[in-house]
């Protein structure tokens, strides 16, 4: 299955509807507002409306405003597209330069189900609990998985899995460690995906010290708290998701700077218009007098 491409979250998209509203109504009230003061030619809604959805699409017609306040808010409504549709544009150059990805493999049933895909095991893995989990499971996938199993050692084993149609069975943290540390690059990068959906079962593994050592008591505190606090399983946690690299659609946390932009230049833009009829009152009354 391949990566989906990117896109705007639906708040986004949203966002973006609405400002296009928003604005269209304060370009045409301003426009409209200037020509009863000043008079002149009236600017149809329907212009508006056509303009900012053709700014939108990098399409833009004549510029229908008619004085400083109108060309203030359509100056920085181009600014708000941009910012827009670089943001989009960028996203969807970085996926396009990305090589797609195919489904993983996670579980039992994927690797019965996909013809001629085979699999393997460690030989000093399948002794003691594993082999007993295998050799004596009552589920149908679980027996076929061990009937279909070979014995391989972990070079020849990643040169297959390497190849494709091909799947390590084995323990979640050794095998992490080995692509972690051999193959695996300064960026994250690596060409093994590790099943997200591991199978558990009860195994015991013991350390190795003479018999009345004096740190036992203490080593063996330190290793209870540290598993019971959940420090372990954290440092695994944290090591899995630096490396998975998951697809973010574009949210208003990305996009904000330009609707911040475009609300405080409506501001700015009614102020103006403000300014704008007070001057021209003002001047005219003068022109009276």
């Avoid at 100056?75 to 708000?80: K, R």
């Avoid at 040169?159 to 193959?183: D, M």
Wanted: with cysteine; aromatic share 14%; charged share 15%.
């Amino acid at each position: 299955m391949k990566e989906k491409s990117p896109k705007l979250s639906a708040m986004v998209w949203l966002g973006i509807l609405v400002s296009l509203l928003v604005w269209e109504v304060l370009l045409w009230m301003l426009q409209r507002l200037w020509v009863q003061v000043a008079g002149g030619k009236t600017v149809q809604f329907i212009i508006t409306f056509l303009y900012g959805w053709a700014i939108l699409l990098e399409e833009p017609p004549k510029d229908p405003s008619v004085n400083v306040s109108g060309q203030m808010l359509v100056g920085w409504w181009l600014v708000f597209c941009l910012i827009i549709s670089t943001g989009f544009k960028s996203a969807l150059i970085a996926h396009l330069t990305a090589q797609g990805k195919d489904k993983p493999v996670e579980t039992f049933q994927d690797m019965l189900h996909i013809p001629g895909w085979k699999w393997g095991v460690e030989v000093w893995l399948m002794t003691g609990a594993p082999l007993h989990y295998f050799s004596t499971h009552t589920d149908p996938t679980v027996k076929a998985v061990y009937e279909g199993f070979e014995a391989i050692v972990i070079p020849h084993a990643i040169e297959k899995v390497s190849r494709g149609g091909y799947t390590l069975v084995t323990f979640e943290n050794y095998i992490t460690i080995i692509i972690e540390s051999l193959y695996t690059d300064e960026r994250g990068r690596t060409p093994y995906n590790i099943g997200k959906k591991p199978i558990s079962f009860m195994a015991t593994f013991g350390w190795g010290l003479r018999k009345g050592s004096p740190y036992y008591h203490r080593f063996m505190q330190l290793i209870h708290r540290l598993e019971d606090a959940g420090i372990m399983k954290l440092w695994l946690k944290h090591i899995i998701a630096g490396r998975e690299n998951k697809e973010i659609p574009l949210s208003l946390n990305h996009m904000q700077g330009g609707f911040y932009l475009l609300f405080i230049t409506s501001v700015l833009a009614s102020f103006t218009m403000l300014v704008e009829i007070i001057t021209y009152s003002r001047f005219k009354m003068k022109s009276l007098l």
